[in-house]
Antibody, heavy 120, light 108 residues
Framework: EVQLVESGGGLVQPGGSLRLSCSAS????????MHWVRQAPGKGLEYVSG???????SYADSVKGRFTISRDNSKNTLYLQMSSLRAEDTAVYYC??????????????WGQGTLVTVSS | DIVLTQSPGTLSLSPGERATLSCRAS???????LGWFQQKPGQAPRLLIY???SRATGIPDRFSGSGSGTDFTLTISRLEPEDFAVYYC?????????FGQGTKVEIK
């Protein structure tokens, strides 16, 4: 069974940094693209970033230059390094696995999310 | 970036009725790389449809997707009580991937 467990969320001041982690199990982690999607309180889904199996990356314009996605296939872990955080980055951040090994495949299992709150 | 516009914002229907949800893209979606997700309160989203019309594993056949190019539709043939939720479309053919703003299907 695929399991995705996010951690690292919490309260951070504007301008601060935070690193999210997603621990994966139940599949061959290194073969799949992985993504981060966020959802602000009471709002819709927003794509944040993705990383392919060969570490090519993609970012939403709203986070480009501030967030960095990475992966450690030896640890089956996905990361999201977030810096220069703003109030509008406040959201639940979901770790998501692609349904297939191709980059152009949609999202399969989602984690339960970790809440990031940016506030002074 | 491709902008996805979903309509209506809210759909009020009774169990047993048919639901038709629309997703329109600001430009053509490559190879119909369009998916639909269902989200219930307090839960992570769940994939229903990929490739515009293929049902994901374990999804009941009352859910169907159709469309191509810039216009896509999710149809729920007969609403069950567990189908009342928010539905999102997503394109994954262009980077960055984008979501629609969602359609809430509520009990009338």
């Amino acid at each position: 069974e695929v399991q995705l467990v996010e951690s690292g969320g919490g309260l951070v001041q504007p301008g601060g940094s935070l690193r999210l982690s997603c621990s994966a199990s139940g599949f061959t982690f290194g073969s799949y693209a992985m993504h981060w999607v966020r959802q602000a309180p009471g709002k819709g889904l927003e794509y944040v970033s993705g990383i392919s199996s060969v570490s090519g990356t993609s970012y939403a314009d709203s986070v480009k230059g501030r967030f960095t996605i990475s992966r450690d296939n030896s640890k089956n872990t996905l990361y999201l390094q977030m810096s220069s955080l703003r109030a509008e980055d406040t959201a639940v951040y979901y770790c998501v696995k692609s349904i297939a090994t191709l980059w152009l495949s949609t999202f399969g299992p989602w984690g339960q999310g970790t809440l990031v709150t940016v506030s002074s | 970036d491709i902008v996805l516009t979903q309509s209506p914002g809210t759909l009020s229907l009774s169990p047993g009725e048919r639901a038709t949800l629309s997703c329109r893209a600001s430009q053509s979606v490559n190879s119909n790389y369009l998916g639909w997700f269902q989200q219930k309160p307090g839960q992570a989203p769940r994939l229903l449809i990929y490739g515009a019309s293929s049902r994901a594993t374990g999804i009941p056949d009352r859910f169907s997707g159709s469309g191509s190019g810039t216009d896509f539709t999710l149809t729920i043939s007969r609403l069950e009580p567990e189908d009342f939720a928010v539905y999102y479309c997503q394109q994954y053919g262009s980077s960055p991937r984008t979501f629609g703003q969602g359609t809430k299907v509520e009990i009338k």
